[in-house]
């Protein structure tokens, strides 16, 4: 499976701000997915990473909040923009295997908002 | 879209005894259903995945068995060892930007 980092690992952050996690695979991938974990929770879709387009975003979520980025077929950014406490929650970059229809998760991005 | 309900939400079992945790889906045209498990402040980790093209998979103590019909899989461990304790998420899709989770079960091995 692809070697998936994440930065930052853990953060946190003040209220009204905003913080961009960074997603870097060891090799092309097409699809990289974002989602998010809230205490407790299950994990939750947030948006689909497309490479040189915008993203898609689930219902519930929109770009203003999580704008992302994905310049090549490697790298991604997603922004969790304006933080407010109800923000706090594991962030998880994942991707598709070649083969297809496996998902792998990056190590996590663990946001506290104060 | 497609809907995932996990069942139970926490298991406690005898470590040797077995589990069993079930989820059902909505989409008849999922095709795709992974199993992850979650240690405490870890990534979720694919354990076992099943497509719908067969009805069971096993890789040593963990199982999988899927039933189209019903729309319902689950997944086994059998001889359960604490470092089985976690949290277990079944998905479904059929399509991979359309992946759906279970609710998650915490599931406790008691030694």
């Known amino acids: 499976s692809a070697v998936i980092s994440q930065k930052p690992s853990r953060d946190i952050c003040q209220r009204g701000t905003s913080l961009t996690i960074q997603c870097q695979v060891d090799s092309q991938v097409t699809m990289m997915f974002w989602y998010r974990q809230q205490p407790g929770q299950s994990l939750t879709l947030i948006a689909t990473?497309?490479?040189?387009?915008?993203?898609?975003?689930e219902s519930g979520f929109v770009i203003d909040k999580f704008p992302i980025s994905r310049p090549n077929l490697t790298f991604s950014t997603l922004t969790v923009s304006n933080m407010s406490p109800e923000d706090s929650s594991i962030y998880l970059c994942s991707v598709e295997n070649l083969s297809g229809n496996t998902i792998y998760f990056g190590e996590g991005s663990w946001l506290t908002v104060v | 879209g497609e809907n995932v309900e996990q069942h139970p939400s926490t298991l406690s079992v005898q470590e040797g005894d077995s589990a069993v945790i079930k989820c059902t889906y909505s989409?008849?045209?999922?095709?795709?259903f992974p199993w992850y498990k979650q240690e405490l402040g870890k990534r979720p980790q694919l354990i076992i995945d099943i497509r719908s093209n067969v009805g069971e998979k096993k890789d040593q103590r963990i199982a999988v068995t899927l039933n189209k019909t019903a729309k319902h899989f689950s997944l086994h461990i059998t001889e359960t060892q604490p470092e089985d304790s976690a949290v277990y998420f079944c998905a479904a899709s059929r399509k991979n930007n359309d992946m759906r989770f279970g609710a998650g079960t915490r599931l406790t091995v008691k030694p």
């Open positions: 989409d008849s045209a999922s095709n795709y």
């Open positions: 990473a497309n490479q040189g387009s915008e993203a898609t975003y």
